[in-house]
């Protein structure tokens, strides 16, 4: 017989459950996304910065980012104001180019 762990209340969601064939999966109310552990939701990154100053933060700053978040930040200033960044802290995630063999 199939349950619903939904309605039953044995799921671990953090925002929505849906009932599937077996099991259930979760979801997030607008503004967030699932995070992946795939059960809890975090604010979708990125916007608009159209304030004078602004801050811009990957998710989870100043701790280690989800994978494969991608941000788009738009950062919109009257004409004939100049933009100018400044970074406090910017860290790339690498694949170890230059340890062991070079591809050809």
Known sequence: MERDECAM?????KHTCENT???YKCGC???????????????DCG???EEENGTLTSP???NLYPSNRHCVWEIIE????????KFTHFDLDGNNVG??????
């Open 99 to 104: 340890k062991g063999k070079h591809p050809l």
């Open 21 to 23: 064939i077996g099991s």
């Open 60 to 62: 989870f700053f100043p």
């Open 47 to 49: 916007g608009i910065i």
């Open 9 to 13: 209340g044995l799921d671990d969601c």
């Open 29 to 43: 109310k607008p503004g967030f996304e699932l995070h992946s552990n795939e059960r809890e939701c975090e604010e």
């Open 78 to 85: 009257p004409p004939q104001k100049e933009i100018t960044i």
